[in-house]
Structures are given as C-alpha cells and as structure tokens.
C-alpha cells in the first residue's frame, strides 16, 4: 500500500502502546521512519515492524546518551550491516549534554565512518548547536556519494542550511518548528525538493499529548502554509521526496 504521510523520525518505541502504533501507521498509511536511542533497542523494534509495510527500523545511539552509553558503539557496529537506515545519532552542543562533547565527536565519526564503508545508508541525524560541526563530520566521509543525511529538527542558521543542502541533506520539519516566526523563514529557505515530514513523538506534543505519527498530517497543513502552497502540494512533494531518497539510496553501492 502506497504511503500517504511521512513521518521520518519518531520514537516509536517510547510509546507504551508501540505496537498499537505499529498498525496505526499501517492503517493511516504513514510511511515511519522508527529510530532508536540505543543499539540495544534494535532486535526488539524489528520484530515488532517486521510485517509493517509502513514502518522502518532506524538502528540508533543518541548523542545525548553517549555519556553513560559510548561503549555501545561497538554493538552498534555489528548490527550496522542489517540496518538500511541509521538514527538517531549526532553530536549536541547544548549546556546539557557538553561535557560528553569529545566522547560524542569520537562516537559519531565512527558511524558516519561505518555508513561510508557499507554505503548506501539514510541517516536521520540530530545536530543541537553543532551544525558545523555535523556537517564537517559528513563532508569529510560521507556525503555526496557514500549516503544520505537528513538534518531533523534543524536549528541552525541560514548559511549552515545552504551549506547542508550544498552536500545533498535533506532536512525533516516538526510541528513545533512551524511555531516559531523565526524557524519559519529560515523553512522558507531550505529546497523544496529537501524537505520531509517528522513528529519527534513523543518529544513534540499536540495539545497536551505526545505527537503520533498520523498527526504529521497537521505538521503537512502547516508547512503548506508556510510555504504558500495548496495543501495537496504539499502532501505529493513530500511523498515525491521520500521517493527520491528511497531511489537514490537503493542505487548507492
Ligand atoms: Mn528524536
């Protein structure tokens, strides 16, 4: 069955009911991307995505974990040769999670490393006032050519926006970045032909619950706005754009 939303980044597995999620994207047909925080939580979202034909399985290791969790990178490594799709990972400079900066830079530069050698992986990836820094890490072993980037819920500046999508990112927009005036231009300048879907549930909320995947429906409506198109438009360029991805990543080596 032919998705008709995108939903690229969304913890599924944070959910009490993740396999009530499971087939309710499969009913609302929301094509899912399920990323994981730790590569520990990888056997378990398989099993339950197994039969989904809307649901795919992102093998994780969350910077913001990577203080108690960096020996990780190890399982991570020999599970990467499953996994189509990578995430979460990345590096987050906030004030929160800086003092495990070094220990995330060294993680993350070895799975950007592991993804360049295997090829042809899609990488959902959190960049937290480290967009240069991300993007240093991907221009020097992945990106044109060796995989794919999307930038979820990108922050950065508007110079660091071009200079990621001069590497071929994408980048996936939340409801609460369309919240803000500011984060809404800075929408308006990223190509079109980047831009995909996201809730970040249940880290963004809708009214007073975790954001689901069927809501990134709401999360279409709104950047049809922003981007003054017909709301239709919006839904098939989003749909055009998962497409690509999908192709592009399959013809990787
Ligand atoms: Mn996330």
Not at 200 to 220: L, S
Request: charged letters at 25%.
């Amino acid at each position: 069955m032919r998705p008709r939303w995108v939903d690229f980044h969304c913890h599924l597995d944070l959910y009490p009911d993740h396999s009530a999620l499971v087939a309710e994207c499969d009913r609302e047909r929301v094509a899912t991307l399920a990323v994981t925080t730790t590569p520990k939580a990888w056997q378990r979202n398989r099993e339950l995505a197994e039969n989904s034909p809307q649901v795919r399985v992102a093998l994780g290791l969350h910077p913001q974990l990577i203080a108690e969790r960096a020996d990780e990178v190890a399982l991570f490594e020999n599970l990467l040769p499953q996994a189509r799709y990578v995430g979460e990972v990345g590096l987050d400079a906030g004030p929160r999670f800086y003092g495990s900066f070094a220990a995330q830079e060294r993680v993350f530069e070895r799975i950007v490393a592991a993804c360049a050698e295997q090829g042809g992986k899609i990488l959902t990836i959190h960049s937290v006032r480290a967009v240069a820094k991300v993007l240093t890490h991907l221009e020097r072993h992945l990106l044109p050519d060796r995989g794919h980037a999307i930038l979820h819920w990108f922050t950065g500046t508007a110079s660091e926006a071009k200079r990621a999508a001069g590497l071929g990112c994408y980048f996936s927009i939340n409801a609460e970045m369309l919240r803000s005036e500011k984060h809404e231009r800075l929408v308006r300048t990223l190509p079109v032909d980047r831009l995909l879907t996201e809730t970040d549930g249940p880290f963004v909320a809708v009214g007073e619950r975790p954001a689901r995947p069927r809501d990134v429906q709401q999360t279409v409506a709104s950047l049809a706005k922003t981007l003054s198109m017909p709301a239709e438009e919006a839904e098939a360029l989003i749909l055009r754009n998962l497409g690509d991805l999908a192709r592009a990543g399959r013809h990787n080596p």
